[in-house]
């Protein structure tokens, strides 16, 4: 004898609706913890669970003095939840590149603050599509470089602006802005009264110093190999912070630190030999989910950074730390 079918076997709104309530008690541990995010009282929450539980006719959850628990069917039918309401996401998607008007959201994620100059033009390319589709929900964050990429390849994301030391395999890269990276210390360092001349390969080997907290391109590789690594700080501003104190030598890129050069907070070092060139590159995903989003992006920052001609290096130069 055959089973009966567990929910109609066309699901109705009403399902999805009860699904919905089901999925957002799980991830919020107990109905009680549910109640805020739902708008709802417990004992409507609990009617709703009834309510699916006899639908489904499975028990999907246990709760009384020791918790709330999933049973196993429990734990099945969370997981074809978040498989139903992703494929839902997914049409919806699809659906809305179709159109010449976009929706929902756009998001930009940055794996670091961004210098003066910088924020103008990302502030022209947020201009740019305000004026082509002010209807999207503009979502401009910073996350960590590893998060940046993991985020573009589930499509979470549609543009991460990311330094340019590796390259993940499905994801575009294109340099928008080079600059090099100098070795300095603080005027509160030993060796900022001290001439480059004075300062040995042997002084700097036993010097304690930065390591920028990533696996960073061939040239910056063979600079940090001949330091004291004590330290680790990803950001730059984080990376400044420990320079400042006055404990570490580290290498910062010159925009980062023209207020301290000018200052005399800050000083460089060896800017001939101890430097190498750090590269922000905007990045994407080859095939996203919502390409027409990625593509109003991609034309953007081309448009502001003119990617259309050969990219130049903007001439700074250690001399002249005032010059931006």
């Known amino acids: 004898m055959s089973k009966s079918s567990i929910i109609p076997k066309t699901v109705t709104e009403y399902d999805l609706r009860l699904l919905r309530i089901f999925r957002t008690v799980v991830e919020n541990g107990g109905f009680a913890a549910a109640e805020a995010e739902l708008g709802v009282t417990r004992s409507t929450i609990s009617v709703h669970m009834a309510n699916l539980e006899s639908r489904m006719k499975l028990k999907l959850c246990r709760r009384g003095r020791g918790g709330f628990a999933l049973t196993e069917a429990g734990q099945s039918v969370y997981h074809a939840c978040i498989e139903l309401f992703d494929s839902l996401d997914t049409f919806a998607m699809f659906v809305n590149n179709l159109g010449e008007e976009l929706i929902g959201e756009l998001v930009i994620l940055c794996a670091d603050q961004l ?27 910073g996350e960590a470089l590893h998060q940046i990429e993991k985020s573009l390849l589930q499509d979470k994301a549609h543009i991460g602006l990311l330094p340019s030391y590796q390259q993940i395999q499905g994801l575009h ?12 210390c603080s005027k509160e360092h030993p060796y900022f009264h001290l001439k480059d001349e004075e300062i040995s390969a042997e002084m700097l080997a036993k010097t304690p ?8 391109d061939p040239e910056g590789r063979e600079q940090l190999k001949r330091l004291n690594l004590s330290a680790k700080a990803y950001q730059f501003d984080t990376r400044k912070t420990l320079i400042l104190s006055g404990c570490y ?24 030999q101890a430097s190498y060139q750090f590269n922000l590159s905007m990045v994407f995903k080859h095939a996203a989910r919502e390409s027409a989003k990625v593509d109003l992006l991609v034309n953007a920052f081309k448009t502001v950074f003119n ?17 931006k």
């Open 115 to 141: 210098e003066h100059t910088l924020q103008q033009k990302l502030a022209q390319v947020i201009a740019y599509i305000h004026a082509r589709q002010p209807q999207l929900h503009l979502i401009l964050d």
């Open 173 to 184: 890269y294109r340099t928008i802005f080079s600059e090099p990276i100098y070795l300095c």
């Open 209 to 216: 110093s930065i390591h920028p907290g990533i696996d960073i």
């Open 249 to 272: 030598i580290g290498y910062l890129p010159l925009s980062y630190i023209q207020q301290e050069l000018s200052a005399g907070q800050m000083k460089i070092i060896h800017s001939e």
């Open 307 to 323: 990617l259309s001609e050969p990219q130049q290096n903007r001439d700074i130069s250690p001399m002249n730390p005032t010059q």
